[in-house]
């Protein structure tokens, strides 16, 4: 099962990665992962964004000062807090996700549609299951569909 689910995410990691080529986006995949988790949960501390990400919080941080430099995010400092940074996806952001989420509906469709019928619900199964147990949040509670 490892070994199928390995070569489905080489296949998934090269569509993210071709859906980012063509909106010349000038963000690293890493860095669209960011944005990723910032438009389906919201903002986030720093420190929350590194633990959804699994990378130490100093790298979170690096990687909020480039999407702030290319402002694709913005930074807030806590009221009572002033340690406590939080980053929220910007209009700019949420437009670039918008556009690589097409593009990546686009080619899943076109894979999906080369999967035979009768394995359809098989396979929803399949994936609604590993999707659960990583963690993602269900579909209705981000309307992106990514």
Known sequence: MTDAVLRASRALVGVAA?????????????????????????PRLVGELAAALGIHPS???????????????????GQDN????TISLAGRGRRLVDRVTVLRRREIEAIVERVPPELWGATVA?????????GEPPQQAWALGW
């Open 59 to 77: 790298t979170a941080t690096r990687l909020c000062d480039r999407l702030v430099t290319k402002k694709l995010v913005t930074r807030a400092t």
């Open 82 to 85: 002033r340690r406590e940074t």
């Open 126 to 134: 399949a994936l609604t299951t590993f999707s659960e147990a990583a």
């Open 18 to 42: 071709r859906s980012l080529a063509v909106v010349d986006a000038e963000v690293t995949l890493p860095q669209y992962r960011a944005l990723v988790v910032l438009a389906s949960r919201g």
